[in-house]
């Protein structure tokens, strides 16, 4: 049973336009959302994130919106640029609880010069 | 830069095998956690650590255990490699009490590239 589901495997954005990943749960019970990057032969990265409490947290080029009802989340991307070419990875987790995060299976986003 | 590093980076071993992946880090974080990495699954967790000698199991732990008896050290044991063993492997650190890193938020360390043969 995936809690955590990412399903655009790839997404091919021009330089300068917006990508967006999206991201959809079905645990009512997550109420902190975080985005990861990963590059190849690398760890992920943390990117941004955003609790339950909020509908939007931007962070420079990069905003996430969650809407709760609809157990949705996208990371936009704006403009895309050919280094955020990487692997994004949703993730989910219980605040205060075992700090463990669920990961979606990533979206391998490719930004075209 | 929470100061996570893994050894070894790669290896490749022969089924049957025993193996030993060591996750360290030098900031004192309550929290660490395995995972491993596979094309079309994503991140999965495979055991994790809340303490010292405290360590429970996430979705994907059979075929693997872990001992935690240093707060800086936690080590991912294959008691005897398979071939579908073969992944790249991620430790992560996590602190819910802060110590630069937010409830929730995990810093990840290099990775393992195994390969079992």
């Known amino acids: 049973d995936q809690q955590v589901k990412q399903n655009s495997p790839s997404l091919s954005v021009q330089e300068g336009r917006i990508s967006i990943l999206n991201c959809d749960y079905t645990?009512?019970?997550?109420?902190?959302f975080l985005w990861y990057k990963k590059y190849p032969a690398e760890g992920p990265t943390f990117l941004i994130s955003?609790?339950?409490?909020?509908d939007k947290n931007e962070d420079g080029r990069f905003t996430v919106f969650l809407n709760k009802s609809a157990k949705h989340l996208s990371l936009h991307i704006v403009p895309s640029q050919p280094g955020d070419s990487a692997v994004y990875f949703c993730?989910?987790?219980?605040?205060?609880?075992?700090?463990?995060?669920?990961f979606g299976k990533g979206t391998k986003l490719t930004v075209n010069p | 830069d929470a100061g996570i590093t893994q050894s070894p980076r790669h290896k490749v071993t022969e089924t049957g095998t025993p193996v030993t992946l060591r996750c360290h880090q030098t900031?004192?974080?309550?929290?660490m956690y395995w995972y491993r990495q596979d094309p079309g699954h994503g991140l999965r967790l495979i055991h994790y650590?809340?303490?010292?000698?405290?360590?429970d199991k996430g979705e994907v732990s059979d075929g693997y255990s872990v001992s935690r008896s240093k707060t800086e050290d936690f080590l991912l044991t294959l008691e005897s490699a398979t071939s579908s063993q073969t992944s790249v492997y991620f430790c992560?650190?996590?602190?819910?009490?802060?110590?630069?890193?937010?409830?929730?938020?995990?810093?990840f360390g290099p990775g393992t590239r195994l390969t079992v043969t």
């Open positions: 992560a650190i996590s602190d819910a009490q802060g110590q630069g890193l937010r409830s929730g938020e995990q810093y």
């Open positions: 645990n009512s019970m997550f109420d902190y």
């Open positions: 955003i609790s339950s409490i909020k």
């Open positions: 993730a989910a987790s219980i605040e205060g609880g075992s700090e463990k995060l669920v």
């Open positions: 900031e004192n974080h309550r929290y």
């Open positions: 650590s809340y303490g010292v000698k405290d360590t």
